[in-house]
T-cell receptor, first 115, second 109 residues
Framework: SAVISQKPSRDICQRGTSLTIQCQVDSQVTMMFWYRQQPGQSLTLIATANQGSEATYESGFVIDKFPISRPNLTFSTLTVSNMSPEDSSIYLC????????????FGSGTRLTVV | GEDVEQSLFLSVREGDSSVINCTYTDSSSTYLYWYKQEPGAGLQLLTYIFSNMDMKQDQRLTVLLNKKDKHLSLRIADTQTGDSAIYFCALNQGGKLIFGQGTELSVKP
């Protein structure tokens, strides 16, 4: 299955600033997914990123707050813009890993704390 | 939309079996998954079951699927302290994973 390198692994940021999270996949994938995991909560899908087109955002998430880039089939970035303490979460990228199980592989996550 | 429910906590003694339960509302998912999240780490695909199966065994792990009751369970035999983690069930809805809230498994020596 695919291997994902995600960075940074953690960061502490000042409110009002922005942070860009990167995910690099060791193989070409059509779709990449970005999730948010708020403290003590489950994972919520933010958006799906396809190469060559605009990302598709889930209800409650907007492009101005979470702009996504997908310049090629192995790389994507998620930016958390104009951060507030409520954005403190773990952010994870994921790809469809294929195989008979149709499973998904996740990056190790970015633990963001906004102060 | 899909609703996936799990109990939040489970505590067992080392060597006992653990059973983590999950219920869901939408039965269209072809595969159902169990993911493990250790403290400070990402998600690791633990096991999965195809929707036309009732049971799948993989070493210490047994997955049971009751499609009639829309109930999925994960049994861990001979639970070890290294199994302490949060376990998420997940369903595939139109190419997107829908997760339960996660069950925090605590294994006491």
């Amino acid at each position: 299955s695919a291997v994902i390198s995600q960075k940074p692994s953690r960061d502490i940021c000042q409110r009002g600033t922005s942070l860009t999270i990167q995910c690099q996949v060791d193989s070409q994938v059509t779709m990449m997914f970005w999730y948010r995991q708020q403290p003590g909560q489950s994972l919520t899908l933010i958006a799906t990123a396809n190469q060559g087109s605009e990302a598709t955002y889930e209800s409650g998430f907007v492009i101005d707050k979470f702009p996504i880039s997908r310049p090629n089939l192995t790389f994507s970035t998620l930016t958390v813009s104009n951060m507030s303490p409520e954005d403190s979460s773990i952010y994870l990228c994921s790809v469809f890993s294929g195989g008979e199980e149709g499973g998904y592989t996740f990056g190790s996550g970015t633990r963001l704390t906004v102060v | 939309g899909e609703d996936v429910e799990q109990s939040l906590f489970l505590s067992v003694r080392e060597g006992d079996s653990s059973v983590i339960n999950c219920t869901y509302t939408d039965s269209s998912s072809t595969y159902l998954y169990w993911y493990k999240q250790e403290p400070g780490a990402g998600l690791q695909l633990l096991t999965y079951i195809f929707s036309n199966m009732d049971m799948k065994q993989d070493q210490r792990l047994t997955v049971l699927l009751n499609k009639k009751d829309k109930h999925l369970s994960l049994r861990i035999a001979d639970t070890q302290t290294g199994d302490s983690a949060i376990y998420f069930c997940a369903l595939n809805q139109g190419g997107k994973l829908i997760f339960g809230q996660g069950t925090e498994l605590s294994v006491k020596p």
